[in-house]
């Protein structure tokens, strides 16, 4: 079957590429000319496990194009665009709409599909042939993006009757997964992404509420998550590591949508609220930290390990570092990212092509990505260098915290 999709950002190439390896002839179309050169010629954009090697891998099933009139013969089309969301987490649907109505004019007899993250209520006030739109949840993870959409735990998939058999072609594409697939109507699917989301905040919320308390009372953080996760009720796929808030923008966008829902509906908004400023305070707690044990420290070097907001991605969206360096006014800070290279030009900031180059520069260093490179960073160089203060929120050194304490480097962690 041919497959089309109409937006090439990071959710578009991943299902793109995971359709193409199931064996679909698939075309990906962009407004972006730039965009549709780099794909053809095999430019890899960003930083995605397993995702660039597929495209190249099966570049025989997959076309690029700008031209709609080139998904004239395709039966399915995927609306495959991530949303833009501004700084406070608001979605901004005008290009979703945009897309959408150019395809009404030009191949309006079209199956089309949004995995576009839209609020509820988008998918049915679309002026299209119903037995034809659909609306799929989309859970793709920046990291885990390809093999998540190449092997689903779930197909949820929003219909305008769902007591009603769905047409031929999206029955035969659908019918090659090996997983449940759950039929709804257009809203229920779009509140059940939304949904997801809310369950990851309040799971993330809860353990670095909880992990707050066990370090105030001197406790076992790794006891404590063993046990937890012993629980079936919570399991061992729970978000049990303290962190840094929410961050990658699609829990922030989830969490301005519910917010925004409930405003216009009537439902309380206290509890979504709460989250937002824990997320705040624990996206806080380096540089908080930080400016509690330095006050009379008068000049430090700074050093910043991680840029990226997750390991195995290069995505800077809503980023801790990025926070963490842009409330360090005119401080010197070196930084060392092992994907990131480059960030919007920031006075002071400093990039170095090693680890190693950065202790010797530093005077305070912060681990703000948990990326498994730095759990091999030689200890010896960072206990001889002039490095006295570490500041790890997701406790990459933490089995080094008394050697730390021998060597008189004070060590700070969530966990």
Known sequence: MEIGFFGLSHLGLNYLAANASRGHKVIGCDRDNNLIKDLTSGKKLFKEPFLFENLDKYKKNIRFTNNLKDLKKIKIIFISSDVKTDSSGKSNLRFIKRDIDSLRKALPEKNLIIMSQVNPGFTKDIVWNKDKLFYQVETLVFGDAFKRALNPDRIILGTHNPLKKINNDIKSFYSIFNCPIIKTDYSTAELIKISINLYLISSITTTNLISQIVKKIGGCWGDLENSLRLDKRIGKYAYLKPGLGISGGNLERDLHNVMDISKKKGVSTKLFKIWNENSLHQKNWAYSTYEANTKKIKKLTLGVLGLAYKENTDSLKNSPAIHLIDKLK?????????????????????????????????????????????????????????????????????SQKENFKIKKIKYFSLI
């Open 330 to 398: 005119n401080k010197k800070i070196y930084v060392f990212d092992p994907v990131v290279k480059k960030i919007m030009k920031k006075k002071d900031v400093i990039f170095v092509n090693s680890i190693n180059k950065l202790f010797i520069e530093i005077d305070l260093l912060f681990i703000m990505t948990p990326w498994k490179t730095f759990k091999n960073i030689d200890i010896n160089l960072l206990t001889r260098s002039k490095i006295k203060t570490i500041i790890d929120p997701y406790g990459i050194l933490i």
